[in-house]
């Protein structure tokens, strides 16, 4: 099993809904390839 984990600040002009809408179609289009299994919530610091 393989975590990725990361921090990092969004741009100003970005919400963190887009921002959760993008990491799911992302992690959709993986998962069709079989690239990915799932991803975990996000959430803010």
Same mark, same amino acid.
């Given at each position: 099993?393989?975590?990725?984990?990361?921090?990092?600040?969004?741009?100003?002009?970005?919400?963190?809904? %887009?921002?959760?809408?993008?990491? &799911?179609?992302? =992690?959709?289009?993986?998962? %069709?390839?079989?690239?990915?299994? &799932?991803?975990? =919530?996000?959430?803010?610091?």
């Amino acid at each position: 099993m393989f975590h990725m984990r990361t921090c990092f600040d969004l741009k100003p002009k970005h919400t963190i809904e %887009e921002f959760k809408q993008s990491l &799911a179609d992302y =992690s959709a289009h993986m998962h %069709e390839l079989d690239l990915v299994e &799932a991803h975990s =919530s996000i959430g803010l610091r």
